[in-house]
């Protein structure tokens, strides 16, 4: 999810193909929508902790406590590592 939405944008700042907010919101839309669609056969599509923890309090039976601590962690290292490729190859933009 970080490296559609932040890859997409940068990508438009980097070549100067901004039109506005409206670009932005749908760019990070279809990253979104794409990103369920690839990972909900994998993790059930759990992008963010807040998924995580929502399933954790109110659906224990797909997310039992044990798995949480798992998928947060590969969340925040799948963030981290999607940010530094998006720097590695715009950062100098």
Not at 18 to 29: K, L, M, P, R
Not at 78 to 90: D, K, P, R, S, T
Request: glycine share 12%.
């Amino acid at each position: 999810l970080v490296f559609f939405g932040t890859g997409i944008n940068s990508v438009a700042i980097a070549t100067g193909a901004t039109s506005g907010i409206w670009q932005g919101a749908v760019c990070w839309g279809y990253g979104a929508a794409l990103s369920v669609y690839l990972t909900a056969g994998v993790s059930g599509a759990h992008l963010n902790p807040a998924v995580s923890f929502s399933l954790l309090l109110f659906r224990r039976d797909e997310m039992p406590p044990k798995y949480f601590f798992p998928y947060v962690i590969s969340q925040f290292f799948g963030a981290l590592f999607a940010g530094i490729m998006v720097y590695a190859n715009f950062g100098s933009s």
